[in-house]
């Protein structure tokens, strides 16, 4: 099927990455970590998706939280704790 879903993005086994806390919960466009898929030629891997990566984004990505005029880190509210990320 030339549409069929293949996957590009592939996390190490040893990290857990959940969807819905990024799209949901953060608001996160799916552009910010996949690029712009649907211009894309041949689909690739857009972002490293390493640890560096991923802690920069926890840092410096803001998210409003329910109820709450101020807006956290994804660092201020334990995003980088290690076993968030690792089991």
């Not at 592939?10 to 819905?20: E, K």
């Not at 880190?73 to 990320?85: F, H, I, K, P, Q």
Request: negative net charge; proline residues 1%.
């Amino acid at each position: 099927d030339k549409y069929a879903w293949v996957r590009i993005h592939n996390m190490p086994d040893h990290a857990y990455f959940n969807h819905a806390q990024h799209v949901v919960v953060g608001n996160l466009e799916c552009e910010n970590c996949h690029g712009k898929v649907q211009e894309m030629e041949v689909v690739y891997q857009y972002s490293d998706l390493g640890m560096g990566w991923c802690i920069n984004c926890h840092r410096n990505e803001q998210v409003k939280v329910l109820g709450e005029d101020t807006e956290y880190t994804v660092a201020d509210m334990g995003g980088l704790n290690c076993a968030r990320c690792h089991y």
